[in-house]
């Protein structure tokens, strides 16, 4: 885990600051934002710490939150540039 909580605790802010904005228009809903920091930390406890790696794990679970919302697979949300 990373080396202090603060740290950790600024790691999920910005990875949630990051895959928050791609999420679907209403998808950053109090419970869903949830979901998603709650993947990030169970990430972390299986010891996938670095920004990239939380930040791959938020993006599956967008996706994942947006086929379940759309019924669509193959929808794939990454950070822009």
Partial sequence: MCSNSTEFIRRITDVLDEIIPTMPVHGGTPAL???????????????Q???????????????TISQERTGHEGTSFSRTP
């Fill in 49 to 63: 710490v670095s920004y990239e790696a939380l930040l791959a794990v938020a993006s599956a679970e967008v996706s």
């Fill in 33 to 47: 934002i949830e979901r998603v920091r709650q993947c990030i930390i169970k990430a972390a406890a299986e010891e």
